[in-house]
């Protein structure tokens, strides 16, 4: 019962984020062609056969049997023959910077949509890690982990992984997730040293994401307090900010080491309530072979929110940090420096799209902000079948100044349905493996 409850919930959300996304997409082509009017006889969710729908005017507008994207056809779009006469209304009949217009304002219209919701997002206000936007100066190491068997250092600010620049520790993260069991060079600054450093990542999760053992400065905040136990008693506040211990900075990940190690001994800790600082002073007392004072800490949080213009300036910046990661990522992709284990099809966005459902109404939008942007840029690229293939076509016509034949017309369309076939195989196939528990070999039935 509880896994066809996840079923539903998955296709449910899958409806949601997907709806969204191909409505808007045809709709951008939709309202140009009504705006230069073309006949528009087709409003599609979906391709093949048609389930149900309706007809107003000369437009029928409709759910067909495969949600794997959605088209609106006009009147006159494959009308290609030399001497064949067009109607006004036909799409061939427009000028080429009209047609141009149709055809990019679907992929616009994505891009859009992104910019509104992270905007939206921005003005309401959202919890973010703190140390997520802070200089990336190394402040933990994993034991026996790639960065600790390179000479990486605690208090290392890291300026470039292979050579991009690295400003914030969400660029260090992003610039190794992508780089699983990858050779990377990591650019740091130790004191008034520049060191290079080979570091060789690992692969972590079905997704293949790049590890290297190495995190931020992260600052710890209280989130419980077990009562009866030395922090309470001490004085120690949910909410507390935990900067020192004995006078030495404690990030996130040795706080908890730091208390085991000290049972019965008394502790100076630095505290930050409410902007001001001041000591505590708090004796571990031993359980079970360790310390313990009695408290849950997190990863410090801080609450962003903007007014009207600056949450569409932020958002703006968000989505073009996010459009230079996607091409990054499709470069490094074409390269061998990224795994194509990290690229997600139908299954993974139905995935994903049920744990954004689950986490609430913001995550929804952000993930549905994220999937509108990178389908935009894509649906831009020039493989014919694609809004980008038309209008690199529509392109060169005007560059040449006449229309390609019919028959050039037909063979790009077969080659671009071709590579599109293989794509949307691949990528179904791709989210199959990584389910299952050898990857691809799995399918090699014969070994």
Do not use: C
Not at 179 to 199: A, F, H, N, T, W
């Amino acid at each position: 019962m509880v896994k066809i409850f996840a079923l539903l919930e998955t296709i449910f959300s899958f409806i949601i984020v997907f709806g969204i996304l191909v409505f808007v997409h045809e709709f951008g082509h939709f309202f140009v062609a009504k705006l230069v009017k073309v006949r528009v006889l087709v409003f599609s969710w979906g391709y093949g056969k048609r389930l149900f729908g309706f007809k107003k005017g000369e437009t029928d507008y409709r759910v067909s049997i495969v949600p794997m994207g959605g088209y609106v056809k006009f009147a006159g779009e494959e009308v290609f023959e030399e001497g064949r006469k067009l109607e006004p209304g036909d799409f061939m009949a427009k000028k080429k910077w009209e047609r141009f217009l149709v055809l990019a304002m679907g992929s616009i219209m994505n891009i859009i949509l992104a910019v509104v919701l992270l905007s939206v997002i921005n003005m309401v206000g959202m919890t973010v890690l703190e140390h997520k936007e802070q200089s990336p100066f190394i402040g933990w190491i994993e034991p026996d982990s790639p960065a600790e068997r390179t000479n990486l250092q605690l208090g290392d600010e890291i300026l470039s992984v292979n050579k991009r620049k690295m400003k914030t520790w969400s660029d260090v993260e992003i610039a190794v997730l992508t780089k699983p069991d990858r050779m990377i060079d990591v650019e740091v600054k130790r004191g008034e040293e520049i060191l290079s450093i080979q570091l060789m990542t690992e692969s972590r999760t079905e997704y293949a994401r790049g590890y290297a053992g190495f995190d931020g400065r992260i600052t710890i905040q209280v989130l419980e307090i077990t009562p009866q136990n030395p922090a309470e008693k001490a004085g120690l506040e949910v909410g507390d900010i935990i900067l020192e211990v004995n006078k030495e900075p404690v990030y996130h990940y040795q706080f908890t080491g730091v208390i085991e190690k000290n049972a019965e001994k008394e502790l100076d800790f630095l505290i930050e309530r409410e902007g001001k600082t001041f000591t505590l002073l708090i004796t571990p007392r031993l359980q079970e072979g360790v310390g313990i004072i009695g408290v849950i800490t997190v990863p410090k949080t801080v609450f962003k929110q903007y007014s009207f213009f600056p949450a569409i300036g932020v958002s703006i910046k968000q989505n073009v940090d996010l459009a230079f990661l996607l091409l990054h990522y499709l470069r490094d992709l074409i390269t061998g420096e990224a795994s194509a284990k990290q690229v997600g099809g139908p299954i993974e966005i139905a995935s994903m799209s049920r744990k954004a459902f689950r986490q609430g109404f913001m995550a929804m939008m952000w993930f549905i902000a994220f999937v509108s942007l990178q389908l935009g840029i894509i649906n831009l690229f020039p493989i014919p079948v694609l809004d980008g293939g038309h209008i690199l076509v529509l392109t060169l016509e005007g560059i040449f100044r006449r229309d390609f034949s019919l028959k050039v017309k037909q063979i790009v369309m077969q080659i671009g349905f071709t590579i599109f076939i293989f794509l949307i195989v691949f990528l179904i196939l791709n989210d199959i493996v990584r389910r299952l528990p050898n990857g691809w070999e799995s399918l090699l039935f014969w070994k």
